[in-house]
């Protein structure tokens, strides 16, 4: 039996369509074709590229079937349905008899990639392949196949029928809630509570109706059972690389580089201060040099976290290298100093509270005359305790892995989050 892998990717644009869909029409296309499909992967790679259309996703299938066929039959559904007339739409299609190695995969998921470097895979791997325009999708298309996914998670995706694109999308939001309710921690990203919104249903003209992810096709088939919505179209199930933490690097070689995501830890250098938009920024000395960390307004309540923050704090942190900052998707506090606030002291002899007796010469008691030099300390509660904290569902980035899917792999000695 001949196996083969399909990679596609850069087929929309920001006014329609979806590499997702033409996955799903492909799937079909190919056992309409006397294939079985045995795989169906939808790989989000580097969240920083700044050419993606959306959420920088790509499509791999694997079918049982002949390549040549398979790639006729990618190339005509690409060449039909992409948004060629889109001066950003640059597609690819790949088709090979063989997976390569994961090397190019996790080059794109946590670095940057050239069309020539996916080529050069290609022609290693004797693929047969096509890139539409200056043909970028092929990295896309490449990292797809290419993908090892050591951690993974499920996405259905549940699209509108062909008539209805472009149009408002009619839902039912207190059955995404419902959903929720009935199958989390199996499920996440179906509604934000603390901001009381619908999450998985998208804003934008593409063919999509709503998506729900989870752990297995059993709990994202669960959660679909509760969703009550217009006509549906086409449904489709993924194996995902979303919801992993896959684009974070943890031993940052020197400087954090522009584009890269990391885990790292430090502490705390400066008390975080709220800029004009509502963003709150602090300083974070790591090994020697210290980064400007943002938590910015869409993150809503992780800001409050953040805010909670003192200097001497221990923190790991989760987030990507833009314009010299890290923007934060989660925290660890996992060792916080103590909040004293120095004051005048109460007089030794009276009890009564003592007032200044003026620069450097310590402080005197109006009642019996007393004198001290040593002021008194009070201690402050902080407002956060150790733990790990996230930004809301709404401001998740797709690859960030959910507090609920449990802890970091290395949570820096925290074994527990507040909340749990
Ligand atoms: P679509 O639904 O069409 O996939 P999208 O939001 O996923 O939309 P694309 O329109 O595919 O984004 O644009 C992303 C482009 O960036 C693709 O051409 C893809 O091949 C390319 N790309 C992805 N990852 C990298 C990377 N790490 N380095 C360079 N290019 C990349």
Redesign the pocket.
Known sequence: MVFTYIG??????PQG?????IGALLARSLVHAGMRVTDARLI???PN?T?????????ALEADGEPDLAFEIACGLVSSH??LACD?????VVVMEHRPGPAFYH?????????EE?TTVLTDEDALFRGYK?G????????AVAAELPDETTELLVYRRSGAFGTKRLVDPSSFFLADLATRPDTWDTVDIPNNTVVCVPHTP?PVLFGIRGETPFHVARARGFIRTEPTGMEMVYRTNQGTDAHLETQPDGQLQEGHSYRISGTVATRPATLKGGHVTFGLTISASTVTCIAFEPTKQFRQVIRGLLPGDSIVVTGSCKKRSLNLEKIGVTGMVRNVVRESPFCPSCGSRMTSAGRNKGYKCRLCKARVFVPGEREIARDITPGWYEVPSSARRHLARPLVRGLPDDAGGIERSPGE
Request: aromatic share 6%; net charge neutral.
């Open positions: 596609l990717d850069d087929t929309d644009s369509m979806c590499t997702t869909y989000r790679l580097n590229v050419w993606k259309t959306r959420g920088n996703a790509a499509i992409s948004e950003g739409t640059h597609p690819g080059k794109a998921v946590q670095g940057f990639c050239t069309v996916a200056l970028r999708g092929l990295i896309g298309a490449t990292a593409d």
